[in-house]
């Protein structure tokens, strides 16, 4: 299959209307989008990324007005959570309009839904014929493409379309809150911090970290994400770390010596936007170990250290 890339939302948008799957840039990482109305175009994307099929995906919207296309009732402070942060990255889990297809929700009786920011990708969201479900446009295990261009290295060939923007801003996947039961929910943590719930919905609880026995409330949490080929090993600010060959380092304070390649991040949100393109970076580059630096489990730090420890295999939320 040839790959067109284009910087016109009604091109990838006619892509997307005749069924195809197209890439497309938010503001937190790229989405790889199916419309909803073709659920064999929404087949196609786990096709492309390699997902496994009882994997979820979130429904992209162009606005509240949407809303009752694909979720069921919507409760007063889910209300608040989508007056405050709508459009932006966060996603809301409510119960789903029996009009979405089995195969976005991977027979979940809930719906993430998320309405992205970026000007590019509503020009693209107003041009499509129904809601768009994507997940990120990567394939499944890698980490999530921040550029077009980590899009198509991983997807040329496989989908019919990207539509062409800059690098995404914030550099990780939205915020998922879960709104289908009587408390809000963090299932995963983003650019809308835990803090910032708080303070339009105090009582917002984070998820219970997973149990063997039951099953994760968010089904793409079981997986390995976001991992490099190279190892990541988590470190404390001002650390020493064993110097080792082809190392690299990522974080907000000073690199530990012997390292090959460093990233200094002016802050958090530098950190953010930088994480994953420097694993692919370093992936070229043939590094064998990455250090990253461990921020505080707080404002976005909570999401970044999310990241990378389930790219190191240890899981926290
Ligand atoms: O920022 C983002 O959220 C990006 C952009 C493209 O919007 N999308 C994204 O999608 O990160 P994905 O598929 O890579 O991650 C979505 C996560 C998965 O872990 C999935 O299991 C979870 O959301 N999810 C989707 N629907 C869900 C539902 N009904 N209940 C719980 N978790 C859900
Ligand atoms: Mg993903």
């Given at each position: 299959m040839q790959t067109i890339l284009t910087e016109s939302p009604e091109t990838a948008a006619g892509f997307l209307n005749r069924g195809e799957v197209v890439a497309f840039p938010t503001e937190t990482?790229?989405?790889?989008?199916?419309?909803?109305?073709?659920?064999?175009?929404?087949?196609?994307?786990?096709?492309?990324?390699?997902?496994?099929?009882?994997?979820p995906l979130?429904?992209?919207?162009?606005?509240?007005?949407?809303?009752?296309s694909v979720a069921g009732e919507i409760s007063g402070f889910a209300r608040k959570l989508i007056d405050r942060f709508f459009p932006g990255p966060l996603t809301l889990v409510f119960r789903k309009?029996?009009?979405?297809?089995d195969s976005v929700t991977a027979g979940l009786d809930t719906v993430g839904v998320r309405c992205p920011s970026h000007p590019v990708a509503q020009e693209f969201l107003r041009l499509a014929c129904c809601p768009v479900a994507a997940p990120s446009a990567n394939i499944s295990g890698l980490p999530s493409a921040t550029s077009w261009e980590t899009v198509h290295r991983d997807l040329d060939g496989r989908i019919s379309c990207i539509l062409k923007g800059g690098p995404s801003d914030i550099g990780l996947e939205s915020t998922i809150v879960d709104c289908s039961g009587q408390l809000p929910l963090l299932l995963?943590?983003?650019?809308?911090?835990?803090?910032?719930?708080?303070?339009?919905?105090?009582?917002?609880?984070?998820?219970?970290?997973?149990?063997?026995?039951?099953?994760?409330?968010?089904?793409?949490?079981?997986?390995?994400h976001?991992?490099?080929?190279a190892a990541i090993v988590p470190c404390a600010p001002e650390e020493s770390v064993p110097a080792v060959p082809c190392s690299a380092y990522i974080g907000i304070g000073e690199?530990?010596?012997?390292?090959e390649k460093?990233?200094?991040?002016?802050?958090?949100r530098e950190y953010a936007r930088e994480l994953f393109s420097f694993f692919r970076q370093c992936d070229?580059?043939?590094?064998?170990?990455?250090?990253?630096?461990?921020?505080?489990?707080?404002?976005l730090g909570r999401a970044i250290r999310d990241r990378i420890l389930r790219a190191a295999g240890s899981y926290q939320c």
């Open positions: 990482v790229y989405g790889l989008g199916a419309a909803i109305c073709h659920p064999e175009a929404v087949k196609k994307i786990f096709l492309a990324k390699g997902r496994p099929s009882d994997n979130i429904v992209h919207i162009r606005g509240k007005e949407d809303l009752p309009n029996p009009d979405v297809p995963r943590a983003g650019a809308i911090t835990l803090e910032q719930l708080r303070e339009v919905v105090p009582e917002t609880r984070l998820a219970a970290p997973p149990d063997k026995k039951e099953p994760p409330k968010s089904p793409g949490l079981k997986y390995p976001y991992a490099p080929s690199a530990p010596p012997g390292v460093a990233k200094l991040c002016r802050d958090l070229d580059q043939n590094i064998r170990v990455i250090y990253c630096e461990l921020p505080e489990n707080h404002g």
